[in-house]
């Protein structure tokens, strides 16, 4: 077998390489917001509730005259160690709240009426479509011009243009999240925003080589799911500029040489070679925005068992699953999270249509040779998925496990992810999976697809359910040919436009996830309180309510009084 733990590209891949893009992503350098004495005492001190507060904060002085004014602190105290009194004068003294970055913003392309609405029949969901489409203008965020004048002052990436962000805690642009709120977006006729936010995503993988999990500087070195080729094609599909689609194409092929050169592993099997991708992020450090979880985690380790736990959260971050028991390996706790070693079929059914879509725009702009090359690439993929993570038994794709060279076997709604992406051989492939999905267990609740069957208290495992999952479920069971496919599709469509409808009804609020046992029951689990927005439940339901308006009903029961003061704690949290 081809070593598991060298990255290796084939020929195919080294068509489109060149020198530079086999460096590994620069660090980040920030002695404050990334690593340091600073960010250990502010964070470890616990002097927020989240530890993302910190890190978002805004330098008043120049880094060095900080570093050196808290060196000068630290020294009139024994061991180094300033209490927490005179930690809180010293953020007061030299840095601003968060959100200082941003200045107040208008979408100038957004209007009341979005035509799309018109064809939803339920008087109360469209009336609701219309909130939703309202939460845009709450939701997006310009960049102050200061941030690119003077970045060292700032955790903030500066991004050209305005932005929606998921909300909440989640105050900046996030990458995979803006796939669903594109098509959100351009269905609220708001393609002037669509159009900046990705050329905010182009604007970095110009400058980064890839496009960080989110926008600010301790997010540097880790990606997230590779959606921006998606995020071109709904733009492209809305608008047929060509012009755009052609400026775009370059600055998509340096993403995908960083994936198939930084993220990308060779297997051989049945005599011959694979080569698929995974979440890999070489930094053994606590991350920032969740430092004392990270440190607390790791107490008691050995420092390099240290570092590889630190190496395979961040690698569990930039997956957009943080976290969940999908990544264990040999035990139960987040401490078996072995991100890399698992190469996810998602992601590799996310690779394979994204060179599909590389292939299409190649084809579009004249360029066949190009076209035939990324093709070929997925075709080359998709036997790779079937040699190794298809399982014609049980009717589905799983998980590699490299540390075992097995598949593994526990039920994920990405075990249906190459369905989504169109990436299988023969049709009935399909068809299998639709009825593994059945005979799983995942269909026995009324709220949705759970992200998996396993309750570990992690906020991406059972009873959760996310947006971007369900919307993959249901786009690819409605894409089958078959009647029963389509049935299902719709049922699960229905199921989800119900319990975001009552939770909002309830709340007055959209949430990043919910829980499948309750009407309209916010999710919960995992490092961080539920948050409300949300960007891409907004752009699932408003994608939902336009392919199945016609159809889709309110109707249903009501959630339960014993949910409001939890609830209320945490909206209270998050505004804090």
């Known amino acids: 077998m081809i070593s598991l733990l060298q990255i290796r590209c084939f020929s195919f891949a080294a068509l489109f390489l060149s020198a530079d893009s086999l460096l590994p992503p620069p660090p980040c350098d920030s002695g404050i917001y990334c690593s340091g004495s600073i960010l250990h005492q502010v964070q470890t001190a616990k002097l927020f509730d989240d530890d993302k507060y910190f890190v978002d904060m805004k330098l008043k002085l120049a880094p060095d005259v900080v570093l050196s004014a808290f060196q000068n602190l630290s020294n009139e105290f024994p061991n180094g160690t300033v209490p927490p009194t005179e930690l809180r004068e010293f953020l007061a003294s030299n840095f601003d709240k968060p959100g200082t970055e941003f200045e107040p913003w208008t979408p100038l392309d957004w209007h009341e009426k979005p035509k799309f609405l018109n064809g939803v029949e339920d008087e109360k969901l469209r009336i609701w479509g219309e909130k939703i489409h309202q939460l845009w203008k709450d939701l997006g965020r310009k960049i102050n011009g200061s941030v690119g004048d003077h970045p060292e002052l700032y955790s903030q990436i500066y991004a050209p243009h305005p932005v929606v962000v998921p909300g909440g805690r989640f105050r900046e642009l996030y990458y995979w999240d803006s796939y669903w709120v594109i098509n959100g977006l351009l269905l609220s006729e708001m393609t002037n925003t669509t159009r900046g936010m990705i050329w905010n995503f182009l604007y970095l993988v110009d400058r980064y080589g890839f496009v960080p999990n989110g926008g600010r500087v301790y997010y540097e070195r880790r990606s997230q799911p590779p959606?921006?080729?998606?995020?071109?094609?709904?733009?492209?599909?809305?608008?047929?500029?060509?012009?755009?689609?052609?400026?775009?194409?370059?600055?998509?092929?340096?993403?995908y040489q960083f994936w198939m050169t930084r993220r990308s592993v060779a297997i051989a099997a049945n005599g011959s070679a694979h080569v698929l991708n995974r979440y890999h992020v070489e930094v053994g450090l606590p991350r920032p925005e969740s430092y004392t979880d990270d440190l607390e985690l790791a107490e008691g380790l050995a420092d390099e068992l240290k570092e590889q736990l630190w190496m395979e959260l961040k690698a569990g971050a930039e997956s957009g699953w943080d976290f969940s028991s999908r990544w264990y390996v040999n035990g139960d706790s987040l401490r078996e999270t072995r991100t890399s070693q698992i190469l996810p079929s998602d992601l590799n059914a996310l690779m394979c249509r994204n060179e599909r879509t590389l292939a299409s725009f190649h084809r579009l702009l004249g360029d066949a040779d190009s076209a035939a090359r990324y093709q070929q690439a997925a075709a080359r993929r998709s036997a790779g998925l079937e040699a190794l993570l298809w399982d014609a038994d049980k009717g589905a794709w799983f998980d590699y496990d490299l540390l075992t060279s097995?598949?593994?076997?526990?039920?994920?709604?990405?075990?249906?992810?190459?369905?989504?992406?169109?990436?299988?051989?023969?049709?009935?492939?399909?068809?299998?999976?639709?009825?593994?999905?059945?005979?799983?267990?995942?269909?026995?609740?009324?709220?949705?697809?759970?992200?998996?069957?396993?309750?570990?208290?992690?906020?991406?495992?059972?009873?959760?359910?996310?947006?971007?999952?369900?919307?993959?479920?249901?786009?690819?069971?409605?894409?089958?040919?078959?009647?029963?496919?389509?049935?299902?599709?719709?049922?699960?469509?229905?199921?989800?436009?119900?319990?975001?409808?009552?939770?909002?009804?309830?709340?007055?609020?959209?949430?990043?996830?919910?829980?499948?046992?309750?009407?309209?029951?916010?999710?919960?689990?995992?490092?961080?309180?539920?948050?409300?927005?949300?960007?891409?439940?907004?752009?699932?339901?408003?994608?939902?309510?336009?392919?199945?308006?016609?159809?889709?009903?309110?109707?249903?029961?009501?959630?339960?009084?014993?949910?409001?003061?939890?609830?209320?704690?945490?909206?209270?949290?998050t505004l804090r």
């Open 227 to 255: 959606f921006l080729p998606l995020m071109v094609e709904s733009y492209y599909e809305a608008t047929k500029d060509e012009e755009f689609l052609r400026e775009a194409l370059p600055v998509l092929e340096k993403e």
């Open 406 to 573: 097995s598949r593994r076997s526990e039920f994920y709604p990405s075990n249906l992810a190459p369905v989504w992406a169109r990436c299988y051989s023969e049709p009935e492939m399909g068809e299998k999976a639709m009825r593994y999905l059945k005979e799983s267990g995942a269909l026995d609740f009324p709220n949705g697809v759970p992200t998996s069957l396993k309750a570990s208290g992690q906020q991406w495992d059972f009873p959760n359910a996310w947006p971007p999952l369900q919307h993959m479920l249901i786009e690819g069971l409605s894409k089958l040919p078959s009647a029963e496919a389509q049935e299902l599709a719709f049922s699960l469509a229905q199921r989800w436009i119900r319990t975001n409808w009552l939770a909002y009804d309830k709340y007055q609020a959209m949430f990043e996830k919910y829980d499948v046992n309750g009407d309209g029951k916010p999710g919960g689990g995992g490092e961080y309180e539920v948050q409300l927005g949300f960007g891409w439940t907004n752009g699932v339901a408003l994608q939902l309510l336009d392919q199945y308006g016609a159809t889709l009903t309110s109707r249903g029961g009501s959630v339960g009084s014993d949910l409001l003061l939890p609830l209320l704690a945490a909206v209270a949290l």
